[in-house]
């Protein structure tokens, strides 16, 4: 069993960065897959980034590559998300979620997941 919360998210303007951080509890959290997604008003929830158990793998959605950063710390059981040079297009309810699933930009993939975070970008 893994419990995962969020937390950084906030109101920022374009341009601006945030970094959203995620504790887990369990003893186990090193073993698992850590991703981010997200879910704007009236869309569906989306990948946006995720790391293999030993931060060695990481992957992002084209939208977010070379702004977003995913890393981890599994002595701290956190996995992190850097966010910069945000955009008003990145508003959304951020959520962690982990796993053992191997398609790692897949929802079905993960079995336990956050309350989420929100964050606004104004422009």
């Known amino acids: 069993q893994v419990q995962l919360v969020e937390s950084g998210g906030g109101l920022v303007q374009a341009g601006a960065s945030l970094r959203l951080s995620c504790a887990a509890s369990g003893r186990t959290f090193s073993s698992y897959a850590m991703g981010w997604f997200r879910q704007a008003p009236g869309k569906e929830r989306e990948f946006v980034a995720a790391s293999r158990w030993n931060g060695g793998n990481t992957y992002y959605a084209d939208s977010v590559k070379g702004r977003f950063t995913i890393s981890r710390d599994n002595a701290k059981n956190t996995v992190y998300l850097q966010m910069n040079s945000l955009k008003p297009e990145d508003t959304a309810v951020y959520y962690c979620?982990?796993?053992?699933?191997?398609?790692?930009?897949?929802?079905?993939?993960?079995?336990?997941w956050g309350q989420g975070t929100q964050v606004t970008v104004s422009s």
């Open positions: 979620a982990a796993g053992l699933g191997r398609i790692y930009y897949s929802i079905g993939s993960y079995d336990y």
